[in-house]
């Protein structure tokens, strides 16, 4: 299948797919040159694509699904590992976000206001 057919499919443009590529999160097996060495991709394509759109989506990085993939398969427990370390960044960075959000709520409670000069209580 031709590299727009994916890109439609996967609803990606054709660049970030040849950047993939260029990263390495597109390997080898996923794509046939003809003989006219124009690209021509198996249709597991898709499904990888799919994987990866999906890591990114929860806030793996790149480098992340790179390293994954290089690994070429990893065990169950590497696997979890991995998730529950996410799992763990995330829990994180909502408790900094209910923080912050807290904190807002306390500057809007003081009463601060700015018309007499930023921060100087009414």
């Known amino acids: ?4 057919k994916v890109a439609k499919i996967v609803d990606l443009p054709i660049s970030t797919i040849r950047y993939y590529e260029k990263m390495g999160i597109i390997t ?3 794509i046939l040159r003809e003989e006219n060495n ?14 990866v759109k999906n890591c990114l989506a929860v806030g793996f ?3 992340d699904i790179k390293s994954m993939i290089s690994k070429n398969g990893i065990s ?8 529950k370390e996410k799992i763990s960044e995330i829990e994180a960075a909502q408790k900094n976000l209910e923080d912050s959000k807290q904190s807002l709520y306390g500057l809007l409670e003081s009463d601060i206001t700015c018309e007499d000069g930023f921060g100087k209580y009414s």
Request: hydrophobic share 30%; aromatic share 10%; net charge negative.
């Open 61 to 63: 990085s790149i480098n």
């Open 28 to 30: 080898d097996e996923y």
């Open 76 to 83: 169950k427990e590497e696997q979890t590992r991995i998730i």
């Open 1 to 4: 299948m031709k590299i727009s």
């Open 38 to 51: 124009y690209r021509n991709y198996d249709v597991e394509i898709i499904r990888h694509l799919g994987v």
